[in-house]
């Protein structure tokens, strides 16, 4: 006998490599010692060595492992009455049924087991009688002792008497020769745990009786204290007087009731041949279902049958049938298509076993039934033509689907060549080295370590990494997938995978542009201190820590410039510059270490010392920058001098609102000029009576509004290209009776401290509406006007409903809304008053653009027409290369947003060149032309528009030539 072999020998033995079937070698011990190829790929292994000594019981299904080891013990401890068990295995493709034969040798020691997967279907399983037929019949039961193989009779009847032979080997001897196997199978199964019973219907040759048709039925009753099976019970029908007779195709009758309950139960087509008894049926469902009568022939040879089969399943079909004539399977089970009688294709699965072969191995008894899977097939078609568009879009689309089985952490994937190009290969499986080894490096651990503890937990997929081209090139690569679990399916991860490389690029571009944005939006480019932003943020954090427990004191020096207007008239603006980069220079060089430094204004510095010395000391180093910044220094070969003059506040108690510190400062600072330049003062109470001359402001500006003082002049904006006019900007002004004509810079911020910023907002409003309105009835062309809008008019409730009040004309109104108004301070309010605006058709316009607190994603929500560009960025453009830098990366992303650009400030031919240059839309400013008020406006537009002498008879305005002098 062969050599079994040992755990510790190659997997593949040569012993069971020769069988065809999946087959594996066990030790005495039921270890595994050998499985063929057909076997590992049968268990879902890729390797022999991955089963090689491992207990058989890993693998078995455990409601039946212990039956089935209990009926290898038998085997193993002495001849058993049954000398083959039934295993059922599992496999990645679900249980699998093996036969298990023990190995002796001479001596019948026992040297392992052999298994051999044989067909799922019982072998000759068949169909009782029905329930009516059952009870007349002669019948008897009897026990099986499994320990010994000995036969008990339990009872008989008249018919069918009590069985002579005293074991089952000897019963077996009296079963006909092609139903042996029917009846071991059965008893098999049961002994070996592997059905809880069996049915088998098989032909008995008795002396006594003759050959009577026999339908018997068995289960266990009786197992020892480890569920091994000790005693099955059977019962034997005779069903001799109910078996089908008959010759040709016809022969069979359709009431024949073994047949009954499963055509009218199943709703199925039943056909049964057997070809060695000439006895053939095919049930009326078979009929019906390809629309056949039962007068219709039937195709009585194989070629005749294939010519009513679709040609494309003959092949397979043809494939089929030679390998159950080979022998290499007793299992029917195959889909076709088969015309039905009206002409169309009828889909078919076809499901059955070989019940009976010949000596030569030949089938010589068929059984099964057909179920038409027209319906099915339809859907499953569909499904894949959907299939097939799903992967065509997502081609197109630029992504990939996956899968990820979270107990193997394998990675399944189509289309990821376009992903991964390089894991492609023709192959959908890969581990996750296999896609971890083209992570980015930098990528890869936090990679890896997410994906793994999102399959720990079983949660969501959603993760963004880089992935390494083979030319060295990194791709954006985001990742979206859903676990999901049902009954039907194992537990999986599915997902998709797409390149947001243009996006991300994009995005980077779009933030690295705010973030230098924002970078100048915090500091001077003239000289790189920080500016008053950067200034107030810096004491606002200071607050808060104070706030939380610490007491530091805070101290703010104050500087003014001296002699710096003198330099800048005289010598230039390079040299103003000059002039400022040195100071800038100096106060950095000589204030305390961790002293923020900042340029507040033209000529104005501030420092704001976070852990400030006491008085004295606060007083000596004001008084050593003012000796430093003192000293000559040269432009070019110009010397130059120039001086300061230093206000100084301090606090044990910074308020949240730096305000007041800042002012007390600059209150200071005007002590100091007033007495003489290159002076430090400290701010004192006395220094209160500033408040009181605000006061006097404040009195004043009010009694403006109760007269009616507050007008407004109105700036034009010209096409850069064309410089025609294109809109107007309504500026508030106040006509005071007793001071005369006081720009906004001087009353703006007293009336914003008195509240009165959006009583002024309106009436500004209601002045332009005027005006327009009046000049559009003397038939002048009016271009768009816009009109300031400030952060407390933007979040009153009331702003809409006053807007709708108003009968604005349409289209013919702008908002400027500094940054600050909707950015700063979102709420709801503003978002409800911003729809409102965009419902009256009137423009968005972000005022002083550049200023700092503007982001891309603002700008893309609240999407306003235009962008104007603070003056303080435009007006240095024309000598500092950074600045026009600035500006044109300002420019360039209201054209990337689709925003229209206006730059303010413009003062010179060279402004115009560059913005030009630049590709700026509008030009605003005094180097263009000045603010006016209504009535020269009309005359500067009656005069660019080129209107008639009668309009401008009827505006009561000059003749043309004469407007020039008066603008």
Known sequence: MPHVGNPGEDCTNPLIEAIAAPALLLSPQTDILAVNRAGLSLLGHDHASDLRGKPLS?????????????????????????????????????????????????????????????????????????????????????????????????????????????????????????????????????????????????????????????????????????????????????????????????????????????????????????????????????????????????????????????????????????RIDAGETDIINYKFRQRHKDGHWVWFLSRGSVVRRDAAGAPVHIIGTDTDITDIKSVELEGQRMSRRLDVAMEAAGMARWEIDPETRSIFWNNHRLIMPELAGGRRGRSFPDWAQRIHPEDREEALAYLGACIDRRCDIAHDYRVLTREGGIRHIRARGKYITDDEAEPRYYGVSFDVTHDKLKTQALEQARARLEYESRHDAMTGLANRRKLDEAYATQASIHRAGSAKRLAVLHFDIDHFKHINDTLGHDAGDATLKHAASVLRRTTPPGALVSRVGGDEFVALLFDAPGDATLERIAEDIIGE??????????????????????????????????????????????????????????????????????????????????????QPQFDTETLEVTGLEALVRWQSGKYGMISPQEFLRTAEEMGLIAQCDELVLRRAVHDIKSWTA??????????????????????????????????????????????????SVIDQNLRAINALGIDIEIDDFGSGHASIASLLEIAPKRLKIDRNLVQPIVGSQRQKDLVRTIIGIGHMLGIKVVAEGVESDAHIHILREMRCCYLQGFGLARPMDAKTTARFLAERRGASEETMRSLALPAKGKISQQA
């Open 778 to 827: 003397a038939g002048l062309a009016v271009p768009p006007v816009s009109v300031n809008v400030s952060a407390n008019r933007l979040n009153d409730p009331t702003l809409a409903e006053s807007l709708r009040a108003m009968d604005l004309p349409a289209g013919m109104l702008t908002f400027e809304l500094l940054e600050s108004a909707f950015l700063d301070a979102r709420s």
């Open 58 to 322: 890993d693998c078995l299904c455990p409601i039946e492992a212990s039956g089935f080891l209990g009926h290898l013990s038998q085997i193993a401890e002495r001849p058993a009455p049954l000398d083959t068990a039934m295993a059922a295995v599992r496999g990645p493709g679900g249980t699998q049924l093996f036969r298990a034969n023990g190995i002796k040798d001479a001596s019948g020691t026992l040297q392992g087991y052999l298994l051999q997967q044989v067909d799922p279907t019982p072998h000759g399983a068949d169909f009782p009688p029905s329930e009516d037929e059952r009870d007349p019949l002669p019948r008897r039961q009897w026990e099986l002792d499994l320990t010994n193989g000995e036969i008990r009779m339990q009872a008989s009847g008249p018919g069918l008497p009590d069985i002579t032979a005293p074991s089952i080997a000897e019963y077996l001897r009296e079963l006909a020769p092609r139903d042996v196997v029917a009846l071991h199978c059965g008893i098999t199964r049961l002994a070996s745990s592997v059905e809880p019973e069996f049915r088998r219907n098989y032909q008995l040759d008795s002396p006594a009786l003759g050959r009577r048709s026999i339908f018997a039925s068995g289960e266990v009753y009786a197992r020892d204290e480890n569920g091994v099976p000790l005693r099955i019970t059977v019962e034997e029908i005779d069903v001799t007087g109910i078996s089908s007779e008959g010759g040709e195709v016809h022969g069979l009758s359709e009431g024949d009731s073994r047949w009954r309950s499963a055509v009218q139960g199943a709703n199925q087509a039943v056909w049964d041949h057997d070809f060695e008894r000439d006895l053939h049926f095919l049930s009326k469902t078979w009929r019906d279902l390809r629309g056949l009568g039962p007068d219709d022939q039937i195709p009585k040879t194989t070629e005749d049958w294939l010519l009513t089969i679709h040609p494309q399943d003959v092949a397979h079909l043809e494939e089929d049938w030679r």
């Open 629 to 714: 910044i003192s000293q000559p220094f040269f432009y070019g070969a110009q010397e130059c001098k120039i001086g300061t003059s230093i206000g100084v506040a301090t606090t044990d108690y910074p308020s949240a609102d730096g305000g007041q510190l800042f002012i007390n400062a600059d209150l200071a600072l005007y002590e100091a000029k007033q007495a003489g330049r290159g002076r430090v003062r400290f701010y004192s109470a006395s220094m209160k009576e500033q408040a009181r001359r605000r006061k006097t402001s404040f009195d004043a500006l009010s009694a403006g509004f109760e007269k009616g003082e507050i007008t407004c002049h109105y």
